[in-house]
């Protein structure tokens, strides 16, 4: 299984950014995926996650402010954010909801002005 993560980057506060996460080795209807990060110096926290229903959860921090989709067909989940705090900095991974596969190299958001 390959997890990979991309769309992260450099932006200002307030500012999006749409992350995708492709998987290979998997069939991603399956199972629920989620996002995490890990910011400097902190633990990788929970930041939202899709069931194979489409049902969503999300972190306190990310409620009205991120969005998490996927694509069955492409083996593919979305991480929108919208009004992003220099607190989001962090870099950004997708896996299982539990954690299940090897993690990936993730993407880097960096959020300054």
């Known amino acids: 299984v390959q997890l990979v993560e ?3 980057g450099l932006v200002e506060p ?3 950014l749409r992350l995708t996460c492709v998987a290979s080795g998997v069939t991603f209807s399956n199972y629920a995926m989620a996002w995490f990060r890990q910011a400097p110096g902190k633990e990788r926290e929970f930041v939202a996650a899709i069931a ?8 306190e921090f990310a409620k009205g402010r991120f969005v998490i989709t996927r694509s069955s067909t492409k083996n593919t989940v979305y991480l929108q954010m919208i009004t992003l705090k220099p607190e989001d ?6 896996n299982t909801d539990s954690g299940g596969y090897a993690w990936g190299q993730g993407t880097q958001v960096t959020v300054s002005a």
């Open 6 to 8: 991309s769309g992260g």
């Open 14 to 16: 307030g500012g999006s």
């Open 89 to 94: 900095t962090a870099v950004y991974y997708c």
């Open 52 to 59: 194979w229903s489409g049902g969503t959860s999300y972190n």
